[in-house]
């Protein structure tokens, strides 16, 4: 798998190493992209959980007992370009990325709905570091994304995502959504292996699926700040994030989201594992607030193994929950999933892909809902 092109597309820190570079002068111009297709087929049954239960029948299944979608997995279909080069002394990059999904509920209207995650650009030295400016993609949460093996494949298949945009890997059963922030971030040289990287993102609403919204986000900007380090096949980071949010009705209070993590993947050999645990306050099951004012807890841990050269097999597991039984939760204690997973590089750019497992999600009241999917299809980076 082209684990850069991956990292060139979610992460963002640096410029994409895409397929096709044109010279033109003192710049570089670099073009390429994604596109993935999966057949994901899931069943749903159990009793009724409320809120953004990803297991119920209303997510999980599309509202049926039954559904199958061919569609992207959890990354979307991208055209990234990029532009590099060195001026006045500083390494300047540039990046925008247009993503696209495969997969509607018609065989005759236009597919035409683009998602513009990325438009930013750098500049730095090698001694100084670099700055960021532009949209992106968020710090909290990039290290578990970028970790999970479900990221080049589909994960939990929930339906009522995929089409139209993806399905949903651990997002909401494992971890928060990174997310995508107007942003001025800037990031340190190695030192010893440790690196910093911080940000002001653009400050955001609440973006609640339940019920209607609760706050606005006003002219506070949310910070987030990741300490990371690296030795070898050894990585570990810890990160932070939180903003302020302002009460749309008079006499509700605002209300503040705060939210820490802590990770750690080591590759030994043939054999991986991650481990990474985000707690906090708003947080949201699947972005920020989208329950409002609740305290949530993600886990995730994973473990693979090279069978081969070209295939590699593993298997992780995931939970979101919620501590308490507040209105934005509509009801909902937790989201879980377990999946398995093969991943066969069939050459340097196509990986093909065969998942399955199961999400549970419960429900304050005892009520269990229970999806069952598997998925099959594969990616190219180009």
Known sequence: MKKICVLAVLAAATQPALAVDIKAGDWTVNLGGIVNAYY???????GEVGGLALAGRGLGCGGEDRRTTIGNGLLPNALTAGVASTQGGFDVKAVIGIYAATATDSAISQNSTVDVRQAYFTFGRAQLGTFKLGRDYGIFGASAILGDMTLVGAGAPVQATQRGRVTLGHIGAGYSYLGTYGQIAYSTPSAAGFGLDIGLMNPVADTPVVAGPRYTSKSTPQAQARLRFESGDFKAWASAKGQRFTALSAGDDDLTMHGVEAGAS???GAVGLLLNAQQGKALGILSDADQGDVRTR???GQATVKATEALKLGLNYGRSENREAGP????LKSNANLTAGAYYALNSVVTLVAEAGQ??????GGAVARMN???LGGIIFF
């Open 40 to 46: 994901t087929g899931v069943s749903c049954s159990g």
């Open 266 to 268: 080591l590759q030994m």
């Open 298 to 300: 993600h886990y995730l």
């Open 328 to 331: 934005g939760t509509g009801g």
């Open 359 to 364: 999400t549970r999600s419960k429900s304050f």
């Open 373 to 375: 999917g598997a998925s």
